[in-house]
C-alpha cells in the first residue's frame, strides 16, 4: 500500500468540505498520510478484525475529535451506507483487497465497490484512487479474484465525463489508477509526471 507521492494527495485535500475514504486500513498507514495531507476528515473501513482493534487503539485521539472514523466490515457490505448521505466531495482510495487475517472479504472487493461509488453517483469534484493496478490485473492475486480490472475502469470513466484518467507510481511504476476532474488534473498537471 503505498498512495501517490504528498503533494498529489495534498491538492486532493484541498478540495472544499472534501473527506478522504479509504478501503481496507491494515495499519493505518492511509489514514496518517491522509492526516499529513491535510484532511480533516477520514473514513476507513476494513474487514479484518484485529486490524481494525490496532487502528482503533492506534487512532484513539483522532477518533474522539472526529477527524477518524473507522468502520469494521468489508467493502462490499459497507461502503455503499456508509457514502450515501456525503453530499460533499470524496477522495477514495481504493486498497480494500486480501492482506491476510480472518475474514469474510472478497479477496479484491473492486467490482463492489465500483457498483457502490456509482450507487452514489460520482460528483464533479470527487478523485476515485485505485492501488495494486499490477495485482488487480492478475487474477491469481490475493488468493485469488475474479475482477475484470479494465470493465471496472470503463464504469468509472463512463460515469465522470469531466474527469480524467491517470496511472501513477505507487508501490511501482504506474500501479495507482486515479481518476480526477479535469480542472484539477489542468491545474496539478506538473505533479503527475
Known amino acids: ?3 501517490p507521492k504528498m503533494e498529489i494527495l495534498e491538492e486532493f485535500s484541498s478540495i472544499p468540505e472534501v473527506t478522504f475514504f479509504e478501503t481496507g486500513t491494515y495499519t493505518g498507514t492511509g489514514i496518517n498520510q491522509a492526516i499529513k495531507a491535510g484532511f480533516s476528515r477520514v473514513i476507513s473501513l476494513e474487514p479484518v478484525e484485529e486490524f481494525y482493534q490496532n487502528c482503533v487503539k492506534k487512532f484513539s485521539e483522532r477518533i474522539t475529535n472526529g477527524t477518524v472514523r473507522l468502520v469494521w466490515g468489508s467493502s462490499e457490505d459497507k461502503l455503499y451506507d456508509e457514502i450515501k448521505s456525503i453530499k460533499t466531495p470524496i477522495v477514495y482510495w481504493l486498497d480494500g483487497h486480501f492482506q491476510g487475517g480472518d475474514s469474510e472479504a472478497k479477496n479484491c472487493p473492486l467490482e463492489d465497490e465500483v457498483a457502490a461509488i456509482l450507487e452514489r453517483g460520482i460528483l464533479p ?3 476515485i484512487m485505485i492501488d495494486d493496478v ?3 490485473k492478475n487474477q491469481t492475486s490475493w488468493k485469488g479474484h475474479e475482477t475484470d480490472f479494465c470493465k471496472e ?5 463512463l460515469n465522470a465525463p469531466n474527469h480524467v484518467s491517470l496511472f501513477v ?5 504506474s500501479d495507482v489508477f486515479i481518476l480526477v476532474p479535469k480542472h484539477i488534473a489542468v491545474k496539478t498537471s506538473h505533479l503527475f509526471t
Open 1 to 3: 500500500m503505498t498512495l
Open 125 to 127: 469534484n470527487d478523485v
Open 169 to 173: 507510481t505507487g508501490h511501482v511504476e
Open 153 to 157: 475502469l470503463g464504469k468509472l470513466s
Open 134 to 136: 499490477r495485482l488487480i
